[in-house]
């Protein structure tokens, strides 16, 4: 049996009407498909249409060519959206921005409490995802006393509640320090291995992408470089060209290699390298 399907994108264009009366076409023929329980990262410079792009997944903009499928329903039905934004959550940016409640379990409640949910389901839901986001001893405190990190894990654990299938975070990390992010990117590998959430994370940071089992690399509005991390980081060249960055252990794999040292595609991480070269 093949893998499910859970977002397909088909010639998908979006224009944007700006103040001026001008136009601008935000995304140019984008074709995508993500299957259940992938994880995906999406890269790319500022500008180049990622938020766009994460705003068709769970319909809160409509193509204005083309079609996007979340579950199979297609995005351009109103009588579907209520559904979509149930299988697809998102996590922005800003953490201080999406916590709406005075203690965490209040905040992670409003979600289910707008399906309507009896209370017992909501509790079990809340307790629940405070537990996969590791923030289950905070659910009595108020928001404002947490870290960025925590955070957004409490944002993350509000999607949860729903029980979405595919989690998307565009640039969640981008506000927090190493550790916050740290806390973030292990939070979602794990709901990815071992809940099989898909995962779509829009990120600036190498040690995300790195952790992805796919990478989309966006340009001016369009796929640039498509595959996973392993055969997209050995293009150096033209990751430059799209004013992106290899990761830094790709980079020293990749001039270990042209001093004679073999090493397979596959190191990314210091851990890899550490592995390959003492072992
Ligand atoms: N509401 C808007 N009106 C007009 N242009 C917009 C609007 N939102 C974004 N854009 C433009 O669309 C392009 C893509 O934006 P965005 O999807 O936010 O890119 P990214 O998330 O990759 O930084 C940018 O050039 C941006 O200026
Ligand atoms: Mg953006």
Not at 134 to 146: D, I, T
Not at 195 to 218: C, S
């Amino acid at each position: 049996m093949s893998p499910i399907e859970i977002i397909r994108a088909a010639g998908l264009s979006y224009k944007y009407y700006k103040d001026d009366g001008g136009e601008f076409w935000a995304l140019r023929d984008i074709n995508l498909s993500i299957k259940a329980g992938e994880f995906v990262a999406v890269l790319g410079p500022n500008g180049s249409g990622k938020s766009t792009l994460a705003k068709h997944f769970n319909a809160l903009l409509l193509p204005t060519c083309g079609e996007v499928f979340v579950g199979g329903l297609n995005t351009r039905k109103p009588e579907h959206h209520w559904q979509i934004r149930q299988l697809a959550g998102m996590v922005f940016q800003n953490p201080d921005n999406q916590i709406v409640a005075t203690t965490i379990e209040e905040d992670v409640a409003f979600g289910p409490e707008n399906l309507g949910l009896p209370s017992a389901e909501i509790r079990q839901r809340i307790e629940e995802a405070l537990a996969l986001v590791g923030m289950s001893a905070y659910r009595q405190h108020a928001p404002h006393l947490l870290s960025g990190g925590q955070k957004q894990r409490v944002a993350i654990a509000g999607v949860i509640a729903m029980r979405p299938q595919c989690l998307i975070l565009d640039e969640a990390t981008a506000m927090l320090d190493p550790r916050g992010r740290g806390e973030v990117l292990e939070t979602v590998t794990r709901l990815n291995k071992e809940e099989g959430i898909t995962v779509i994370m829009i990120t600036h940071f190498m040690e995300e992408a790195v952790a992805a089992d796919r990478i989309f690399i966006l340009d001016g509005g369009q796929i640039a470089m498509q595959g996973p991390p392993q055969e997209v980081f050995l293009r150096v060249a033209e990751l430059r060209s799209v004013g992106l960055d290899v990761p830094p252990i790709a980079e020293l794999a990749g001039e270990l290699r042209q001093a004679g040292i073999e090493l397979p595609p596959s190191v990314l991480t210091v851990e890899e390298l550490v592995k390959q070269l003492c072992c």
